[in-house]
């Protein structure tokens, strides 16, 4: 497609559940972000991909939370054994590199996550 | 410590008129400012941005204006129109880095 899809788009579980997050870039793009946005909260970062590398993992905010991204492309975000403060809405951007205002980043609309 | 501050959670402006948003900053490395608009259940679109070497920049309705010894940027919409009506962020970067900063939004509402 032409933007940034992300699946699933709602996602409710049970506390304790796994759950794995999916954003598809857009093609040729470099540079993939996820972020966190808490009800009422802006957009906090929590991971950066260079092609397949993250080179910074300290946004996560703890360590259930793990990223990976394959062939450049498709990255997944999963959260082990959820918690209620989980909840939010998982946004994921993508850019063609870092290069600040000149590529700024696509977003994706989200996956809403709910714990029980 | 937040260093890109949105101190105004919410704006209502009469269509026509002008809309101005603000957003200050901390962090005097930041060289490049960028403006997003989100409507609910949407992911946030880029609208505009302003290098620090530039102290303002245009696009149609949109204008965002820099000043860096106050360490805050605007977003000016004129004229105003119901469709602008949604949240609107502020981002701040240093070029070379790879960490956009948020700041916490601002709801607009354009009444017609």
């Known amino acids: 497609g032409a933007g940034v899809s992300q699946s699933p788009s709602n996602k409710v579980t049970e506390k304790g559940k796994d759950v794995e997050l999916r954003c598809d870039p857009i093609s040729g793009h470099t540079a993939l972000y996820w972020y966190r946005q808490s009800l009422g909260q802006g957009l906090e970062f929590l991971i950066y991909?260079?092609?397949?590398?993250?080179?910074?993992k300290s946004g996560l905010p703890s360590d259930r939370f793990s990223a990976e991204r394959t062939g450049g492309s498709v990255s997944t975000l999963t959260i082990q054994r959820t918690q209620q403060e989980d909840s939010a809405v998982y946004l994921c951007?993508?850019?063609?590199?870092?290069?600040?205002?000149?590529?700024?980043?696509?977003f994706g609309d989200g996956t809403r996550l709910s714990i029980l | 410590d937040q260093q890109v501050k949105q101190n105004s959670p919410s704006l209502s402006v009469q269509e026509g008129r002008i809309s101005i948003l603000n957003c200050d900053y901390t962090n005097s490395m930041f060289d490049y400012f960028l403006w997003y608009k989100k409507y609910p259940a949407e992911g946030p679109t880029f609208l505009i941005s302003i290098s620090s070497i530039k102290d303002k920049n245009e696009d149609g309705r949109f204008t965002v204006f820099l000043n860096k010894s106050a360490k805050h940027l605007s977003l000016h919409i004129v004229p105003s129109q119901p469709g602008d009506s949604a949240v609107y962020f502020c981002?701040?970067?240093?070029?070379?880095?790879?960490?956009?900063?948020f700041g916490t939004g601002t709801r607009l509402k354009v009444l017609a």
């Open positions: 951007a993508s850019s063609l590199g870092f290069r600040g205002g000149d590529q700024p980043q696509h």
């Open positions: 991909f260079q092609g397949n590398s993250a080179p910074d």
């Open positions: 981002a701040a970067i240093t070029s070379g880095t790879y960490k956009y900063i």
